[in-house]
């Protein structure tokens, strides 16, 4: 079945440190997009990648998609105590359904 | 921007009781609508879909009999979970398409507690 993978499953950091995200998809995605939850709140759309080999910045954050659309990245420069929760990628193969990533959950040691 | 509205935000009920879960469309029209159910510190994990004015779709392993989907409406998708047992505590969440290459718009979700 359509599988998305996601490493690692936890993140230790010390503030200022970079972070970064991968996923994987078992066959070629349609778009990816990432989402950021925190504890006890409802997954935060961040970004949609839709292109190969797209690259995208949001302040701290860059996002990739991989050349064959099968991968991606979520990488945070100089993480702050605001970036703390749960990082899910979710792909869609193109049904409009978002097969959702098993998750970074990022901590961060002040 | 296109605005899911979910409701309740969370509720409490005793075992073998049914809740219901709505989720509206507030400002577009959502021919289709995504259930999603998320254990603690697990991912989302895909229930069912659910068409206006068609039956549902429901993921494997997800019992149709027990979580009863209604989307009578452009507007409104309902989820009940009928009988309901400690083991559906869970948080439940709604999202759809507004069309094109568009991301998903999320309601804000339904945390579930079953006594």
């Known amino acids: 079945g359509q599988q998305v993978m996601q490493i690692p499953q936890y993140q230790h950091v010390q503030e200022g440190e970079d972070f970064t995200t991968y996923c994987n998809s078992s066959?070629?995605?349609?778009?990816i997009q990432w989402y950021k939850q925190r504890p006890g709140g409802h997954p935060v759309f961040l970004i949609q990648?839709?292109?190969?080999?797209e690259v995208k910045k949001q302040k701290r954050l860059t996002f990739q998609f991989g050349e064959a659309k099968k991968n991606s990245s979520l990488h945070i420069t100089a993480t702050q105590t605001t970036d703390v929760g749960t990082y899910f990628c979710?792909?869609?193969?193109?049904?409009?359904?978002?097969?959702f990533g098993t998750g970074t959950r990022l901590t961060i040691i002040p | 921007g296109a605005v899911v509205s979910q409701h309740p935000s969370w509720v409490i009920c005793k075992s073998g009781t049914s809740v219901k879960i709505e989720c509206r469309s507030l400002?577009?029209?959502?021919?289709?609508m995504f259930w999603y159910r998320q254990f603690p510190k697990q991912s989302l994990m895909l229930m069912a879909t659910?068409?206006?004015?068609?039956?549902?779709?429901?993921e494997q392993g997800v019992e149709k009999d027990k979580f009863l989907i209604n989307h009578a409406s452009l507007t409104l998708s309902t989820l009940t979970v009928t009988s309901a047992h400690p083991e559906d505590s869970s948080f439940y969440i709604c999202s759809s398409p507004t069309g094109g290459n568009s991301p998903l718009h999320f309601g804000n979700g339904t945390r579930l507690t079953v006594t």
């Open positions: 400002d577009f029209q959502a021919t289709t």
């Open positions: 979710a792909g869609d193969f193109g049904n409009e359904k978002l097969t």
């Open positions: 066959t070629t995605l349609s778009n």
């Open positions: 990648l839709v292109k190969s080999g």
């Open positions: 659910s068409n206006e004015g068609s039956k549902a779709t429901y």
